[in-house]
Each structure stands twice: as C-alpha cells, then as structure tokens.
C-alpha cells in the first residue's frame, strides 16, 4: 500500500460564487449566499431561506455543454468536477488511471418531481421518461463522469450529510491500495420541493438565516452545491510537477447508533470520527488549527457536535466555525465543498468566519471565530460531516 | 378517546397495539407507549389532519401529547369545524 | 487478497432465507415480476422497531441480523450496503403526498426512511453498532463497490469483520416506471422459460443478500472470495474478453482451472449477444449455470450470484435445480454479470 494522498486539484460551485475565486472572494467579504428560494416552485417560498446558487439550469448547462432538461444536480455536479479536472490538468494525464468517486442524496429528484404528479394522474403514460432516466443517484454520476472521459472507475456514495466527505476518503484508499491513481472525488445535491418539504416536516429548517453555534439558534438553511478535489498519488505528483494545496492525511467513519435523525447527546459518533481521524493521521489534538464544524445550526447537532469537541479538546480549542452560515447546509454536497475551504485555508492561512453569532452556546467553553482571517499559521484542518442514520465522518487536511 | 386512540396507532403504524391496550393516562412519550421525537411530529400533523388544529408552538407538544386525554382535551378546546 | 465467507443471508423470490443454498424445486413465476418470499420479521426484530421500517428496510435488516446470527456475531465492526434505488417505497410515499396535498400536512417518516442509507443506519441503530458504514448507490456496481470497500477495510486490518449486503426493491411505481422504459418483457410464460425466448426485455426482480467476510478463516466458511472486478462501458466485445483473461492471469488461472461460470443472462435479447460472444469464445468448453431466471433483473443481482456461487462450493456440486451438463464437483466459480451492457462484474469464488 502506498503512503501519500495528495490534493492536486480543487473545484466549487455554491451559493456564494461559481468557482474557486468568486467563492473566496465572498468568504473574505462576509458574504453569505442565504436568500429567497427562487429556482424551486415550492409553498414555502416565502417564508425559508435557502442557499441557491445563482444561476438557472439553462445558465448552468450552457457553461457545462449538457442539454438544459438535464438534472440541477448533474449540473452543479459538473461544473465543479471540471474545475477540479482542469486546476488539476487531468488532461495531460491520461496514461494513469482515473476514478471519479461522487456523492449525493437527492440524485435527479429535481426532474422526478415534474414526471410524478402527471404520472400519478395516468401511470401508463402520464409524465415525460426523460425526466427520470437521470433519478438514481448513480445516473447523475455518470453524466459527469462521461463528460470528463472518466472511466476507468466510477461510483457513488449516500450517507445524507456525510455523503461527499466518505466519497472523499474513499478515493484516497483507492489510491492507497494502488487501484488507482488519481480520483475526482466530492459530491454534489441541488435544491428540490422532496429535500425542502422533507426537512420542513422535521421542524429544523430557520426562517431566517441560520446562526450555527449560537445560543439562539433555530435551525438550518437548506442550500446546494457541489465540491470536488482532485486525489493523487505520489507517483501522479511527481510526475504532474504541480505543487498541491496540501494532503489528506487523516479520515475515519463512525456511527452514532443513537437515533434515526437525532445525534446522541454527548456525541458519540463524531466524537470517535473526530478521534480516530487524528489517531490516522499520527496527529495530537494540539496539531489541530482549525476546525471546519458540520455546525448546520440545529439546536440537537451543534450541541451534540460541541459536546464531542468538548470531549476531545478540552481545554485547548483550535480556531473553528461554520461555513454553512455562508453557503447554507448543501446535504450530500457539504463534505466537498468544505474540503475545499480545507484547502484553501491551508494555501492561504485562512481561517473562515462562523457569521451572524451573537450569543455563545452556554453549554459550551468555547465559541466560534467571527472574523475572517488570512495568512495564519494553518498547518492542519479538521473538517466534519455529520448526517441521518448517524453517518459521522471526519477527515484532516495537513500542509505538505 | 377511542376514535383518537384508533387515528394514533394507524399514523404512528403501532401494529402491535390495540386501541384496548392504550390507558387514557398512560405515558405516550419515554415510558408507557415509548414514543419519540419523530412521532411527535406525526402527532402534530395528525391533529391537522383530523381536527384542523394547528400546533403553532411545538414546545407545548410535550404537554399537549403527553397522554391521550391531555391529546383529547386539547382538541376539545381548539377545534375548529 | 482472499477473503473468507463465514456466513450469509438472503430475503429473494425463492426460498433462500435462512438457507444455505438453493434446495428443492425453483419456484415458478408466470409474470414478468418476481417477488421475494419474505420471513416472518416479528421473529427477527423486535416488533416496536419494525414499525419504522418500510418493506426494503426489513428485508435488508433481516437478511443482515440472519447473516450474523449465523456467524455468531453481535455486533460487527463494519456495516457496508449497496443499493441502486434506495427506498423507493417511502419515496413514492412521500411524493404522492407531496403532490396530492399540494406539500401540506406532510409527515416526517416517509421522508427520513427515502434517504439511501437508512437501510445500513438502521443494522447499526438495532445492534448499537458504531463502527464504519457506508452505503454505495451506483446502479450495476452498487453491490460491487460495497464489497470492494469491505475488501480494502480488511487488508487495512483495521477491523476483523465485515457485513456487506446489496438490497434492491421493486415497488408499484418502480415496475408501472421501469417497463415504459421496455427493461421487461411484455408478457412471459414462466421465469422457467426466460433463456428460451428470443425477444427484448428481462423479468424484474429484487431481492436482499448479505455476508460476513472475514480475512481469517474457519471451519464454518462457506467459501473464498478470491479476487472481484468491475469494468464500466467496455468498448467492445474484445475489451470484454481481455478483461477476463487479465482477471484471471491476475490470480494465475486460466479458464480450465475454472470448474463452472455463474453468468448473469438475463432472456435480454440484446444485453444476452455479450453472452452468446463469450460462450462462443472465451467460456468455450467451461460450464455456464444462470441464475437471474431465479432472482430476476434488478441493479444488485449479483448479491444473489454471490450468495448462490458460496453455496454450491460449500456443497461442492450444482443444485439439481439447476441444470448442468457435467457432474464433475465445483472447486471454482467465476461469475460474470453485465447490468444494461453498462456495468460488468467478475468474482472468483472457490472451495476452502
């Protein structure tokens, strides 16, 4: 088995900026994507705000060559895919093996939707098939991965909310065990009426923009994306002659076994996450510059999630916050897309503001940063993804 | 309470109850019927269902849904036709 | 790396719960759909708990709690699934809803058990299980990926045991949706007949299998699973070949050291052509036994391939059941399997 796992390649789409530069330029500006729902035909419009990324699918498939009846979802997908494919310049690497490992919940539900009412109506031949060939989370990964001339492995994972950050850790070993030697990995969810009505059912969702670790919260913001990195092995690196953003050094994937939906009160599951990702990476707690937290802003994870951090790290708190008061809770997409800020911040120093915190969790013996920050001492990132079914995943970025 | 007892067990799916079995002062929720949060929300929208009440405050839900008597008084006071 | 099959679990349309192979008549099915026989769940889950669990939910648990009944484990060090279209029946539940009540007075079960991962979260939730989980959704390789992850985990050694499952359904919806889009045949005498008649379409299927893999054998395995393989949109029939032929140079053998092929024919006039080519070709002169007139066609048959392959080395003979040529005794398997010409798999599984 070989050691290293390098990130050669990043590439984002959210609310808050198509692409790398857009995204940093709004996370140093304080500007959240949180706003009015306006893409989805949904009762609720009014009254939850959501993450969307601000372009329409007939703008998204413009930029990505795919047909406009195409899913939101294999759409944001591919946008972010080839920005990682092309910061990674896959294309002069076509004599090694390649994968394309991609996560999400929603698959093409977005389509699946408009089919369901008139099938409903007349099953025989009611609703149009084109708008289901795409529904299985697999079909929207395939979409992307024949776009890329992506072959020689592909699949997809769904873990709710930590979908990305298992698809992400999955394609390091694959490297690691030598089956490959450089995978596209992430994930990728797009709004939907199912998500949105789903959550609403469950009374988590604010209506009003989120405040993740704050005393006051009341729940989160929906949101869509997609966020890839390129994975690459030693070898690849080399022979690519490009200087990564950093490795991944450190993962691990716990279950919480307390609750369908609920995180256990001491957080059980993120806190083995957490501890055995850094036992993984040879790491002690005190090597930990920043953490990038799940923070979704329900009152049940962030206390779960902050017991856990309490358990671990007590009484030396590196820097943390939540980027989700920025992008919004992007489900199977929020693994990817924070492994980019990981990225990032350790290329820049950064370390990313938890907006809209007024009131520190009393709970807690430690609070969020505020501020932006850049060209920090940032060694090594913590990023955690916490879903339903007691999915925890942690995975440590370090600096190469 | 023997109509509700019947709407309780078909929303919740409590298959292995009859409405016989239920006590009107018996515990839904932790002890008793051991009911949890997510059923707490089937609750709510079955009072919307049935008897058109809104629950417009889910914290009062532990009081509310506590037994099915606290369940049927409610509705009693805030039915709407 | 050579890995240990130390128990198994399958809910499918024929007698296999609780089996260790296929025993007795097959069951007939004169209809394009195939259910499967499923256990009395009362017996296996505890009764407040099963009311959370939509159909695919209870077969997937059942299947996995059989599994490790069998092996004598309580709790496993990982749970690892593979399904192609998730829950279907609680997504259907929930868009009808969502549609016919114009999104109001909608209810949080249906949805929390739509997401892909309840059916793993769920093994986990009932054996307070906190160790790795994870479920691939990848249409044809969902069941491969899952196992290819158990693979991985246990060369890493960082666990002793593994239960990896591949569970798919089919629902009202699903079929009504799946046959406009021609994927089975109009009309079917008998599943029986399946590889006999020359015309578009397979027979849908579904089903539940899981096993417990371990790297260090017993007295108790079943089989040996020797090495697996995935290859996705091979160009042609040569590519196809070849793939086969490094498959096997990759564990020394050649197809005389193969004893039978478990092939994955699914009666798809089209699909079956890549059969009708290696039988003319590369399986020429090895025995090729079907199985998906049994289970029918669904993304994670090969779950059913792979349950079914155990049980004949374990044996060390074909069933009667199912018709073969030669009686010589099965030391070796290679299974084969193509899902829409789009997703191709191979499994080595021997004799301990």
Redesign the interface.
């Known amino acids: 088995m070989s050691e290293n796992v390098y990130i050669a390649g990043i590439g984002v789409i959210s609310a808050i900026g198509s692409g790398v530069n857009d995204t940093l330029e709004s996370l140093e500006k304080h500007q959240a994507g949180i706003g009015a729902i306006t893409t989805v035909d949904t009762i609720h419009k009014e009254r939850l705000p959501v993450g969307e990324v601000k372009h329409s699918n007939a703008e998204l498939a413009g930029l990505t060559g795919l047909p406009e009846s195409m899913s939101r979802t294999a759409l944001l997908s591919m946008i972010a895919a080839k920005e990682a494919y092309d910061d990674a310049r896959l294309n002069e690497m076509a004599r090694f093996r390649i994968g394309f490992v991609s996560a999400n919940t929603v698959g093409g539900m977005d389509k699946t939707e408009d089919f369901f009412s008139p099938f409903l109506s007349n099953p025989a031949s009611g609703g149009r098939l084109r708008n289901v060939v795409h529904h299985e989370c697999g079909s929207v990964t395939e979409v992307v991965a024949d776009q890329l001339g992506v072959k020689d492995f592909v699949t997809t994972i769904s873990t709710a909310c930590s979908s990305s950050a298992n698809s992400i850790f999955f394609g390091a070993r694959l490297i690691k065990h030598e089956k490959l030697d450089i995978v596209i990995a992430g994930g990728t969810d797009a709004l939907t009426k199912f998500t949105i009505n789903g959550f609403n059912t469950l009374q988590i969702l604010d209506e009003q923009p989120c405040t993740p670790f704050d005393e006051n919260r009341r729940g989160l913001n929906l949101g869509e994306g997609a966020g890839y990195i390129v994975l690459m092995s030693e070898r690849a690196v080399r022979e690519l002659g490009k200087d990564c953003y950093c490795s991944l050094s450190g993962y691990s994937n716990a279950n919480d076994a307390h609750h369908q939906t609920a995180s256990s009160p001491n957080g059980q599951g993120s806190y083995l996450a957490m501890k055995n990702a850094l036992k993984q990476a040879g790491l002690q707690i005190s090597d930990i510059d920043y953490i990038n937290l799940h923070g979704t802003g329900t009152a049940n994870n962030d206390i779960s999630e902050g017991t856990a951090i309490q358990r671990l790290f007590d009484p030396n708190y590196p820097r943390m916050s939540s980027t989700k008061s920025f992008t919004g809770h992007t489900l199977g997409a929020s693994g990817g897309i924070e492994a980019v800020f990981a990225a990032l911040a350790i290329r820049y120093g950064i370390v990313y503001p938890n907006l809209r915190l007024t009131t520190r969790m009393e709970a807690l013996p430690f609070t969020p940063e505020k501020n932006f920050l850049k060209n920090q001492q940032i060694k090594h990132v913590l990023s955690n993804s916490f879903g339903f079914g007691g999915n925890c995943s942690s995975l440590i970025f370090s600096t190469v | 309470m023997a109509d509700l007892k019947k709407q309780i067990i078909a929303?919740?799916?409590?298959?292995?109850v009859t409405p016989e079995e239920i006590t009107n002062d018996q515990p839904l929720f932790v002890e008793g019927l051991?009911l949890?949060?997510?059923d707490a929300?089937?609750l709510i929208?079955l009072l919307?269902?049935e008897y058109n009440i809104k629950l417009n405050n889910?914290e009062d839900g532990p009081k509310v849904f506590s037994s099915v008597r606290s369940m049927a008084e409610y509705i009693t006071a805030n039915r709407q036709a | 790396m050579k890995l240990y099959i130390r128990a198994t679990g399958n809910i499918s349309p024929q007698n296999t719960f609780g089996q260790s192979s296929l025993s007795g008549d097959i069951i007939e099915y004169n209809t394009n759909r195939l259910r499967s026989i499923e256990p009395d769940y009362s017996k296996l889950i505890d009764v407040k708990l099963i009311r959370r669990m939509s159909r695919i939910i209870k077969m997937g648990v059942a299947a996995g709690l059989q599994c490790l009944q069998e092996a004598g484990v309580s709790n496993p060090d990982a749970i690892i699934t593979g399904t192609a279209y998730g829950c279907l029946e609680d997504t259907g539940v929930f868009l009808q809803k969502m549609v016919q009540n114009k999104e109001e007075m909608l209810t949080p079960t249906a949805f929390i058990q739509s997401t892909h991962n309840t059916i793993g979260a769920q093994i986990a939730l009932l054996l307070k299980c906190n160790g790795y989980n994870n479920t691939f959704v990848h249409r044809g390789f969902s069941f491969e990926s899952a196992l290819l992850d158990a693979m991985m985990l246990l060369e890493e050694q960082e666990v002793t045991n593994v239960l990896v499952g591949g569970v798919d359904e089919i629902t009202d919806y699903s079929f009504g949706i799946t046959n406009r889009f021609g994927l089975f045949k109009k009309k079917i005498s008998s599943n029986l007949d399946l590889f006999s008649t020359a015309s578009k379409g397979s027979i849908a299927g579904e089903g539940a299998a899981f096993f417990l893999l371990k790297m260090q054998s017993s007295d108790h395995d079943y089989a040996v699973l020797e090495s697996m393989h995935t290859f996705y949109k091979p160009a042609d029939n040569k590519e196809i070949q070849d793939t086969i032929q490094t498959f096997l140079n990759g564990l020394s053998l050649s197809m005389n050291d193969i004893d039978i092929v478990l092939c994955g024919r699914n009666g798809d006039v089209n699909g079956d052509r890549i059969y009708d080519h290696l039988n003319g070709t590369t399986f020429d002169g090895t025995s090729v036994v079907h199985y998906k007139h049994l289970c029918g066609e669904y993304p994670t048959s090969t779950g059913f391939a792979l349950w079914l392959a155990s049980g004949i080395v374990k044996i060390g003979s074909v069933p009667d059941a199912i018709q073969r040529s030669s009686k010589k005794p099965v030391k070796r398997i290679l299974i084969y399997n193509h899902y829409e010409m789009i997703h191709h798999s191979l499994m080595l599984v021997s004799a301990c």
């Open positions: 929303q919740l799916n409590l298959q292995h051991g949890d949060s997510i929300l089937e929208v919307q269902q889910a």
